[in-house]
């Protein structure tokens, strides 16, 4: 959005702006990850915020950051993002970006608790 602020593009193309992800700061995930190195013996760790944000919430706060009024038009594929004090439309959403997964969180569960059962009771 950056680059929309400073004329050097028009918009910015998104995918499913629902999705939600855990937007953590990449140098605490470095350090986290550092730490980890730090220990006398290995061990399982899951690094996070514990915080889950959608595309829409990291765009909107970028927006507002950045001076635009994002205001949100239609619906789906359809819906775009317009800036409420210049009438223009700064996001629009791309098929593109939209990949379904293949597998859904239960069945990943169930792929990995499988796999961990049948590598521990082969030792």
Known sequence: MARIKLDKEKKLYLGNLDAKRDWGYAKDFVEGMWLMLQQ???????????????AREFAEKTAE??????????KGINEKG????????II????????PPKVRFNELVKIMAKADYENESQK
Request: no cysteine.
């Open 65 to 74: 950051y950045l001076g635009f009024d994002l205001v949100w038009k239609g």
């Open 92 to 99: 629009e959403i791309d098929p593109k970006y939209f990949r």
């Open 82 to 89: 317009l800036d409420k004090k210049t009438g223009k439309t």
């Open 40 to 54: 006398d013996k290995p061990d399982d760790y899951l690094l996070a915020t514990n915080e889950a944000h959608t």
